[in-house]
């Protein structure tokens, strides 16, 4: 089924002229920005508007009142400072060792290596949900719980938020790589750690910002396992804020108060959620604004799978 | 010490270097990975002794796997539901990706807007801010062929309820595939063009078409990637939020306190996910294969 379609397509899309190309992703573009754009045009509902049909785009009453009581409720300096931190940490955490994992099942041949990768795999593909319980009570019984160490410390170890899949994009570009790079460098004296710190990382760069922005992005909009180990609020997760909020806009007025400390003048709805929505993705959308160019080009010239 | 290492042999050396590059993910794997996978797995023969507080386990043999199969009336549905859906995603996800890589690859104006475009749904993350938009309809509202203006009325009522359910059900599926493919379409993106010209030099020399081209060239040459597409986007079907099964071991988790009943449940679920990939593996590693020989 897969080949048959991918013929046809394959096929159609070589011959149909450019402008029809073009065409087809001016469309698809609007699909891809359309939660944006939704998501700020309503940010500015007001009540009103969010139960008026005849709106759907131009909000009739302009408010910005959705903002602040987003960024109140959320509690949003605090939390994006914790999730800062966080991100900030396992990041440059999981950059670093899954590389090293990710250089060593590419390029070494080594015992046990069918082994390490089998791990890796295995990592990758079982559901956190599998065995959150088991490593709830580890955390706990070392008393990691309510810290930052369970979501910070594995990054190291090429473990966290989706690290072997990152130590997968490592590995593979690692293998495409020549043997005679290494060669080269060990004929001219390099030591095997010089050898990857000076010449693999440096060309290896486009793949540590493919790894860079997608563990961002990832680490910054993760919500179930810092909901799973923290508790305390004042150390809680952007994400997990707007979780509590998506919840509220479910529930009858009446529960809100009781509750949740939730003044009478906060009106919380779909507006509200978006305007928080908006302001936890904009971090995130202003860092990939500053990457994109080498973003996009770095992975255009040097190539994420080599030569 | 300086001299002892010299006088290893080279496979000695070089085995003793790859371990120290993987040593953090030893460590890690040991530390963080494998107690909680294996007892994870020994949890779901038995269950968790609350009164004590330990962490100790009662065994009590495959009566958690029976109750899935035997007595659980949700569990096997609402797996079976994910299961189809993924058939169609999965491939579809793949295929739409691939498409928009080679057109991004291709295409000479407004190249810059258009890599931009495919990342942004990327933005929003995998977590809360998207679903809280799936909540909201967003993603019925692109396509919607109910009360759109430009639909003429009487063509509706000619196609009848059934058709239009199928095409809004079609719509959302495509809306939801769009709004994922970014990750796959930029890899790809990558691997296309780390394909080397000259070889579509001399294949053009030859007289290849365009066809060609892609079937002995650009596909041959992206297949490590399809591979590595492949199984994250078969993750990415089974354990984004969305979906019921997870939703239905984690109640189990959280509300009712099984943890032995929902360690099993989540055991047959990584199975199921296993054989995804080890399907996903054959076909494109005897692809690869097969190209590999007849070129």
């Known amino acids: 089924?897969?080949?048959?379609?991918?013929?046809?397509?394959?096929?159609?899309?070589?011959?149909?002229?450019?402008?029809?190309?073009?065409?087809?992703?001016?469309?698809?573009?609007?699909?891809?920005?359309?939660?944006?754009?939704?998501?700020?045009?309503?940010?500015?509902?007001?009540?009103?508007?969010?139960?008026?049909?005849?709106?759907s785009w131009i909000p009739r009453n302009f408010t910005f009142s959705n903002y602040s009581t987003a960024l109140q409720f959320i509690n949003y300096f605090q939390n994006?400072?914790?999730?800062?931190?966080?991100?900030?940490?396992?990041?440059?955490?999981?950059?670093?060792?899954?590389?090293?994992?990710?250089?060593?099942?590419?390029?070494?041949?080594?015992?046990g290596r069918s082994i390490l990768f089998a791990i890796v795999l295995i990592a990758m593909v079982v559901p956190i949900q599998t065995y959150i319980v088991p490593q709830y009570l580890l955390y706990s019984k070392i008393g990691w719980l309510n810290t930052y160490l369970p979501l910070t410390v594995p990054a190291f170890f090429g473990y966290g938020l989706k690290g072997t899949f990152f130590t997968y994009i490592f590995m593979q570009y690692f293998a495409s790589l020549p043997k005679e790079l290494s060669e080269a460098a060990k004929v001219d004296g390099c030591g095997f750690i010089k050898n990857f710190i000076y010449i693999m990382i440096p060309i290896a760069r486009s793949s540590f910002l493919v790894v860079f922005v997608f563990a961002i992005v990832w680490h910054w909009s993760d919500y179930y396992e810092p909901a799973m180990f923290i508790s305390v609020s004042n150390?809680?997760?952007?994400?997990?804020?707007?979780?509590?909020?998506?919840?509220?806009?479910?529930?009858?007025?009446e529960m809100i108060s009781e509750s949740y400390d939730v003044s009478s003048e906060m009106v919380i709805n779909n507006a509200t959620l978006m305007a928080g929505a908006l302001m936890i993705t904009l971090p995130v959308l202003v860092i990939f604004c500053f990457l994109q160019r080498r973003f996009v080009q770095g992975i255009e010239h040097t190539g994420l799978t080599g030569e | 010490m300086q001299r002892n290492k010299h006088r290893l042999t080279m496979t000695k050396k070089q085995e003793l270097e790859g371990l120290f590059f993987a040593m953090p993910f030893i460590i890690g794997t040991l530390?963080?990975?494998?107690?909680?996978?294996?007892?994870?797995?020994?949890?779901?023969?038995?269950?968790?002794?609350?009164?004590g507080g330990?962490?100790?386990?009662?065994?009590?043999?495959?009566?958690?796997?029976?109750?899935?199969?035997?007595?659980?009336?949700?569990?096997?549905?609402?797996?079976?539901?994910?299961?189809?859906a993924s058939l169609l995603k999965v491939p579809l996800t793949l295929i739409v990706s691939l498409l928009f890589a080679i057109m991004l690859d291709k295409s000479k104006r407004f190249k810059q807007f258009f890599r931009i475009a495919v990342f942004i749904p990327f933005l929003l993350g995998t977590g809360q801010v998207l679903d809280s938009m799936l909540d909201l309809g967003f993603s019925k509202q692109i396509l919607n062929i109910w009360d759109n203006p430009y639909i003429p009325q009487e063509l509706l009522t000619y196609m009848g309820e059934d058709i239009l359910t199928l095409l809004e059900?079609?719509?959302?599926?495509?809306?939801?595939?769009?709004?994922?493919?970014?990750?796959?379409?930029?890899?790809?993106?990558?691997?296309?063009?780390?394909?080397?010209?000259?070889?579509?030099?001399?294949?053009?020399?030859?007289?290849?078409?365009?066809?060609?081209?892609?079937?002995?060239?650009?596909?041959?040459?992206?297949?490590?990637m399809m591979m590595l597409n492949a199984v994250y986007t078969i993750i990415m079907c089974f354990t984004g939020r969305n979906n019921n099964v997870l939703k239905y071991i984690l109640n189990y988790t959280l509300q009712k306190a099984q943890y032995g009943f929902s360690s099993a449940l989540g055991w047959i679920y990584f199975l199921v996910v296993f054989v995804f990939i080890g399907v996903a593996w054959l076909l494109i590693g005897s692809y690869a294969k097969h190209n590999a020989k007849g070129g």
């Open chain 2, 54 to 84: 330990t962490m100790r386990i009662i065994f009590s043999g495959i009566g958690n796997y029976k109750r899935i199969f035997v007595k659980d009336t949700t569990f096997l549905p609402e797996l079976l539901n994910v299961i189809y």
């Open chain 2, 169 to 224: 059900s079609l719509f959302n599926v495509i809306v939801m595939v769009l709004w994922s493919c970014s990750v796959q379409t930029l890899l790809f993106l990558s691997s296309i063009q780390s394909i080397s010209p000259a070889l579509y030099e001399s294949a053009q020399i030859d007289g290849a078409n365009a066809y060609e081209n892609f079937w002995k060239i650009t596909l041959p040459m992206v297949s490590p």
């Open chain 1, 235 to 253: 150390k809680a997760m952007i994400a997990s804020g707007l979780e509590n909020l998506s919840y509220i806009t479910t529930i009858s007025s």
């Open chain 1, 1 to 55: 089924m897969l080949t048959v379609n991918n013929d046809k397509l394959g096929n159609f899309c070589k011959k149909i002229p450019n402008f029809i190309v073009i065409l087809i992703m001016l469309g698809c573009s609007f699909i891809f920005f359309y939660p944006y754009l939704k998501m700020l045009v309503m940010s500015f509902f007001s009540a009103e508007d969010l139960n008026n049909f005849t709106v």
């Open chain 2, 31 to 51: 530390a963080f990975f494998a107690y909680p996978i294996i007892y994870s797995f020994l949890l779901s023969f038995g269950d968790l002794d609350k009164a």
């Open chain 1, 80 to 111: 994006a400072k914790n999730t800062l931190i966080v991100t900030a940490i396992s990041t440059a955490g999981q950059m670093l060792s899954c590389a090293m994992t990710g250089y060593a099942l590419g390029r070494y041949k080594f015992r």
